[in-house]
């Protein structure tokens, strides 16, 4: 997902999609453990994913915030 996307989500949609990727990083995991994993780079995309999330996330909540404080 381009960043360009992330920023059309809401924050309810964010930190949706943020804790669907947790949980595909989670069972990725499980599965480089066991020898099972056939993409060990698709770990690495869906953390970078994860942080480009947690990027807008915080910047909507202090815009958010520094308006409310206004």
């Keep these: 997902m381009k960043i360009k ?5 809401s924050v309810t949609e964010l930190g949706a999609r943020k804790r669907e990727l947790s949980e595909q990083i989670f069972h990725l995991r ?15 995309t869906l953390r970078r994913e994860v942080a ?10 202090r815009t958010t915030a520094a308006a409310t404080t206004k």
């Design 5 to 9: 996307d992330i920023r059309e989500l």
């Design 30 to 44: 499980i599965q480089q453990q066991s020898g099972q994993l056939e993409k060990p780079s698709q770990l690495r």
């Design 52 to 61: 480009r999330l947690e990027t807008v996330l915080t910047q909507k909540t």
